[in-house]
């Protein structure tokens, strides 16, 4: 009984930390640039939302990185999203937009309908956006832990995805 309460305290952290989704809250977000989160370059495809994702991000130039994301499961693509991190404010914000498989937009054209998720902390090997975190587990391995909110309750989807290129 000992070993298996000995083997659960080493595990369990690494379980609970991997899934370690946070929220600025009232809080500013810290100083941070895009220099520290630039290892995030690269195509990234796995699974997540019961299907297929594809995750890829371009180095930063001019104060950003741009992204793409795309869902898909055995009956074909299900979305899109075009993302970007900026710099803003002497910290960083990830902003997104989703898009049908027609392209046809979820949030209306304006630049301030994107959704957004304001940095709360970057740590090892860990950025934490509120509400988002990107984990890098290893030097090919990328986990994306992502609150959802359906009928009133909150869930953590986590995407895990392999380096493709």
């Known amino acids: 009984m000992r070993s298996i309460i000995i083997l659960a305290a080493l595990f369990l952290p690494s379980q609970l930390a991997a ?3 946070r929220s600025l809250g ?3 977000s810290p100083p941070a640039a895009l220099d520290q ?3 995030l370059a690269g195509s990234w495809e796995g699974t997540g939302l019961g ?3 594809h995750e890829s991000w371009l180095p930063p130039v001019h104060g950003q990185m741009a992204g793409i994301f795309h869902q898909s499961n055995d009956t074909g693509l299900q979305f ?3 993302l970007q ?3 803003r404010d002497g910290s960083l914000v990830l902003r997104l937009k989703h898009f049908g498989s027609d392209l046809r937009g979820w949030e209306d054209n304006s630049a301030g309908s994107a959704l957004e998720f304001p940095l709360v902390a970057i740590e090892d090997n860990a950025v934490y956006f ?3 975190t990107y984990e890098r587990a290893g030097d090919d391995r990328l986990n994306i832990h992502l609150r959802l909110h359906s009928d009133g ?3 953590i989807e986590t995407f895990e995805f392999t380096r493709i290129d």
């Open 19 to 21: 899934q370690d989704v």
């Open 85 to 87: 991190v900026v710099e």
């Open 51 to 53: 299907g297929e994702s």
């Open 37 to 39: 989160i630039a290892w």
């Open 153 to 155: 309750e909150a869930r």
């Open 130 to 132: 509120s509400g988002l």
């Open 80 to 82: 899109y999203e075009i």
């Open 26 to 28: 009232e809080a500013t």
